[in-house]
């Protein structure tokens, strides 16, 4: 009960105040709409709605994964070979200062319509984040770790697999806890710039017919998949990283 109230109490209590100040002040559901008519909107198409839910979740997880691939092994070659890291790491912070929601028009040029466009997007947004944790991981390996792995007459093999890598896992999922938020919001900025399915062609759609509660309604699920996509990635790092909260402050 301490662990859950909070949230769940919290989670309630802006949902009241949303409401009473819908009522309070008079606001048309045009404008803002109160929690009942976001309701009242998912349950008039509950099956359309969830299939363009799927289609987002589909675009996210695959997006996603081939950031986790690309980040991990890119961030292995950068701090494996220090040259070129310092050739490098200049190009990617570059890269990953260009707006993507420029870059999202390009990409259907490039790629055509569909969903090869929005998984490469959501992995341009997501891969930076996982090769900086990733890298600050395999970097912050303590020096007297090393030191015992010498001692043992270990190889540079060995040491990197059985010290530096479980060391880096904690990073490698602070990284992936960041990623996995924007992931979500890669997919949605692909669906507006390329309005063809999702819940970001479900929010355009109804901006322009003004059915704002069931833009809303879009939006309420992204955030409970967002949400579930976050806590899904922290059962993970519980399950396979047991003891990286008896190492933490």
Request: hydrophobic share 60%.
């Amino acid at each position: 009960m301490r662990r859950w109230s909070p949230p769940v109490l919290g989670t309630l209590g802006a949902i009241a105040l949303w409401w009473g100040a819908t009522v309070v002040l008079g606001i048309r559901p045009l404008f803002l709409p109160a929690p009942p008519d976001i309701v009242a909107a998912f349950l008039a198409q509950p099956a359309f709605l969830l299939r363009e839910a799927g289609a987002t979740l589909t675009v996210t997880v695959a997006g996603f994964a081939l950031a986790v691939v690309a980040g991990l092994l890119v961030a292995v070659a950068l701090t494996a070979w220090q040259v070129l890291e310092r050739a490098m790491l200049p190009v990617l912070v570059a890269l990953n200062s260009v707006p993507k929601v420029a870059v999202a028009p390009l990409l259907v040029v490039w790629l055509g319509f569909g969903r090869n466009p929005k998984i490469v997007l959501v992995l341009l947004i997501c891969v930076f984040p996982i090769v900086v944790a990733t890298m600050a991981g395999l970097t912050s390996t303590p020096a007297e770790l090393s030191e015992l792995g010498r001692s043992l007459s270990a190889s540079g093999w060995q040491t990197y697999v059985r010290i530096r890598l479980p060391w880096a896992l904690p990073q490698m999922f602070t990284g992936f806890k960041v990623a996995v938020s924007l992931a979500v919001i890669g997919a949605v900025v692909a669906e507006i710039s390329q309005p063809g399915g999702g819940l970001g062609a479900v929010i355009v759609l109804s901006g322009m017919s003004f059915d704002t509660p069931l833009a809303f309604a879009a939006i309420v699920l992204l955030a409970l998949l967002s949400t579930a996509l976050f806590y899904l990635v922290v059962a993970c790092e519980r399950l396979l990283v047991p003891w990286a909260r008896s190492i933490s402050g």
